[in-house]
């Protein structure tokens, strides 16, 4: 005799709303708590995220935020993708822990794809924890390859010295000439690689006054910029990181010049931490933090479906977050 067994099924994607936030808090939450549990992490409780940063997630992905709901009408998955002119990413993404085995991870991963291709994307890629080789297995079959390692790299803002100069930002300026300068880290963003776009992303964080962003000139030409974040990423948290999300440099000591008027910004925040995410293709940009005395905090692969790889510029540097 056979047993009956309830009907599992899950429809989307659906488009996520700001509605979503508290079930898309409980869902994130629990699925990387199970994951780090799986991996050996049993004491860890990931917590849920700012709303704030919520927000900013689902505001920038747009139409690339989809969900999936069960047969109940709850959510059982979701994924965030995002497109930054040619430059295609999805994250968070996760799928409801009792529902990982039945063919979920790899319907809203194709979505995601799809979407991203559909818009134009010529880089689409995601990141993932180094240790959790099933995950990367699960990602290769569905097409993607692992790359390089991305760094959080963080160093501590010190006490403000005498006289410092105030670092120059977006956030002050009128409304002329700030769209002047976003015109200018557009310009210095396609130089380096054709195509991308972050001005989505500038307008967004200062619209919801998440952080600002911190531009660096040298011999009056705009020579660096970085996209920082202060709002606190875990709900109830305090402002005691600043996280650099996208950053540009036309060469390393362009890059050390903007990344210490990014510190020199936190430090007149009374921000005590100032982080980095460093990608580790870049070698000589990353051997200058550690001189400089970052340390590394945490590791990511990166990972990009095979046709559609990151643009790396000949010269310079260009940092793009894969995470929110």
């Known amino acids: 005799m056979r047993m009956w067994r309830p009907e599992r ?30 991996d050996g992490l049993v004491g860890v409780r990931v917590p849920f995220l700012n709303e704030a940063i919520w927000r900013y997630a689902i505001a920038d992905a ?16 979701f994924n965030i993708a995002h497109r930054s002119g040619v430059e295609g990413w999805m994250g968070p993404l996760c799928v409801r822990p009792d529902r990982q085995l039945d063919g979920l991870g790899k319907e809203i991963v194709t979505a995601a794809v799809e979407w991203l291709k559909s818009r134009g994307a010529r880089t689409i890629g995601l990141e993932t924890m ?15 390859h692992p790359g390089h390692v991305t760094l959080t790299m963080m160093a501590d803002t010190g006490p403000r010295p005498p006289a410092e100069p105030e670092s120059e930002t977006l956030g002050g300026l009128d409304p002329a000439p700030r769209a002047a300068r976003v015109a200018e880290i557009g310009r ?23 952080g600002d962003v911190v531009v660096f000139a040298r011999d009056g030409k705009l020579a660096g910029f970085a996209l920082c974040h ?26 050390l010049g903007v990344l210490d008027a990014a510190l020199a910004w936190a430090r007149r925040h009374a921000v005590r931490r100032f982080a980095v995410r460093c990608q580790t293709a870049y070698a000589e940009a990353y051997r200058a933090l550690v001189e400089r005395g970052f340390r590394v905090r945490w590791s990511d692969l990166r990972m990009t479906l095979v046709g559609f790889p990151e643009q790396h510029p000949d010269r310079g540097v260009l940092w793009s977050n894969w995470e929110i």
Do not use: C
Not at 10 to 35: C, M, Y
Not at 130 to 144: A, K, Q
Not at 236 to 244: K, M, P, Q, T
């Open 9 to 38: 099924a899950a429809h989307g994607p659906l488009p996520v709303s700001e509605r979503d936030i508290p079930a898309l808090n409980r869902l994130f939450a629990d699925a990387f708590t199970d994951r780090y549990r799986r």
């Open 62 to 77: 747009g139409e690339g935020a989809m969900l999936w709901r069960d047969e109940g009408d709850r959510l059982v998955a």
């Open 130 to 144: 180094p240790r959790t080789v099933d995950n990367i297995g699960f990602y290769s079959r569905l097409g993607f």
């Open 188 to 210: 210095l963003v396609a130089a380096l690689a054709p195509g991308y776009d972050f001005s989505r992303e500038i307008e967004l964080t200062l619209e919801l006054a998440l």
């Open 230 to 255: 202060a709002a606190p990423l875990a709900e109830g948290g305090g402002r005691d990181e600043v996280r650099a999300l996208k950053v540009g440099a036309v060469d390393t000591p362009a890059l």
